[in-house]
């Protein structure tokens, strides 16, 4: 179609009034026409590339679009979701495709898409390393933008929505391959941070990938470049959690066992709350970890006997055996927490053990001993547990003066099933030898569960 700026046409101003009009409806239909032709071939061209059609692509082009400024305009074309062709055919697998498109039009390779992505960041999804990974990056050789220095660097670090980059994404789905020619093209991107604050070294001690962290403690940490964002000690401890990654990342930096994360909690902490054995005695050999709160008041052992974890209590204690004397900000000892989560076979391990008899009894800082904590937090193995115990002093008060028992009676309207059972262990077990009287119990009256209800026995 011949433009209509060539064509010897009056302008609208010297036409008569009458005529004025008419003038306008030929030019706005001109116009629609083309805009009509110029969708038809996109949308045909669209087509041929998530076909992977390279030569009708190729030929169209050069019919259609001869001149090279029209040529590239077009090609700069979006979709509905701000693809290029060059996204297009990347996300199709058409990567002999996208390079064609890409020597008509250099700086494609750097636009993104509605999601932030560049193809190198879809290539990188999809984990094809062996052709369009290293052709878009074959590419990326000879990219010259002035503004963003456009050489292979510049695509490597570009950041989607997320802010990953390729790299991110390459270990995000685990392809292995791909993170590694990523790595050798450009090191320093392998600890750049997301919008998680994670950086690909993360993502690889996260999942164990040993020859990934290898390869980047090779390339980027040894030449001194900072390690930023969440630390990937954490990652080592709390995803795969491989010794050989925990021990690589130990030694990449001085101060890397120093590292808190956002709650305040240490390796070690992170290590003791997950039930990591291995990871709490490679982390055991610095004493001073065991002593570290995080920003709860918790100590890693009080960590550990939150989630009930008896090994893991086992190996602080033996490095640290004084640690059991510790209480953290609610001045709680590893009892009361133990007995306020409701691990039961921690409060066994305790009770069973001598040298733990000192916690049974202790007050927190609200005036309450194990046994309160376990009947305010409705745990009723652990009451059993305590109140079975004759170490165990029943008449207890808290700073509200009550004893476990008055915790328990106070709430028994709403939750007399639970109370009942426990409440019948509590006298039971302390009722002194009967005699020709009846029950004694220290001076309070005997309350015995039945199935038909509550009965008092003064």
Request: aromatic letters at 6%; hydrophobic letters at 35%.
């Amino acid at each position: 179609m011949e433009p209509l700026t060539n064509r010897e046409v009056p302008t609208a101003t010297e036409l008569p009034s009458q005529e004025r009009e008419a003038h306008h409806q030929i030019q706005d239909s001109e116009e629609t026409d083309g805009d009509a032709d110029n969708l038809l071939l996109y949308q045909q061209l669209y087509s041929y590339a998530t076909q992977g059609k390279t030569n009708k692509f190729h030929d169209t082009i050069e019919k259609k679009l001869r001149d090279p400024n029209t040529r590239v305009q077009f090609l700069s074309r979006r979709s509905p979701q701000n693809n290029t062709f060059v996204h297009i055919a990347v996300s199709s697998g058409h990567v002999e495709l996208a390079a064609k498109i890409l020597q008509q039009h250099k700086h494609l390779l750097l636009e993104k898409n509605f999601e932030g992505d560049t193809a190198l960041h879809i290539a990188a999804k999809a984990g094809d390393v062996d052709t369009t990974t290293n052709t878009l990056l074959r590419e990326a050789q000879g990219t010259i933008n002035v503004e963003n220095t456009g050489d292979v660097l510049t695509l490597l670090r570009m950041k989607n929505n997320e802010e990953n980059t390729a790299l991110h994404e390459a270990l995000i789905r685990g392809h292995q391959l791909v993170a590694k020619c990523l790595i050798e093209a450009d090191p320093a991107v392998s600890l750049y941070i997301n919008k998680e604050q994670k950086s690909p070294l993360y993502l690889a001690a996260e999942q164990g990938l040993v020859e990934i962290v290898k390869l980047i403690e090779e390339k980027a940490v040894k030449k001194n470049t900072e390690i930023q964002g969440k630390s990937p000690l954490f990652a080592a401890i709390l995803g795969c959690q491989k010794k050989e990654v925990l021990k690589i990342i130990s030694n990449m930096k001085a101060n890397i066992l120093n590292s808190k994360d956002e709650k305040g909690r240490t390796p070690m902490h992170c290590a003791a709350s997950v039930g990591y054995l291995e990871g709490v005695r490679f982390l055991g050999k610095r004493l001073v970890d065991s002593y570290r709160k995080d920003n709860c008041g918790n100590f890693p052992i009080h960590s550990a006997s939150s989630k009930g974890h008896v090994d893991i209590v086992k190996e602080l204690l033996r490095h640290c055996p004084d640690s059991m004397e510790l209480r953290n900000s609610s001045d709680q000892n590893i009892l009361h927490v133990a007995a306020r989560c409701g691990e039961d076979n921690l409060v066994k391990y305790f009770l069973k053990n001598v040298e733990f008899q000192m916690l049974i009894n202790q007050k927190d800082n609200r005036g309450n001993t194990p046994l309160h904590l376990a009947k305010m937090y409705h745990h009723p193995k652990v009451v059993d547990l305590l109140t079975l115990d004759r170490r165990t002093n029943l008449k207890v008060l808290n700073d509200r003066g009550m004893t476990a028992l008055g915790i328990s009676e106070s709430t028994l309207e709403t939750s007399a099933s639970y109370d009942g059972v426990s409440l019948c262990y509590i006298y039971f077990y302390h009722i002194t030898d009967a005699d020709d009287s009846g029950y004694h119990y220290q001076g309070t009256s005997l309350c015995l569960f039945s199935v038909l209800g509550f009965v008092h026995i003064n």
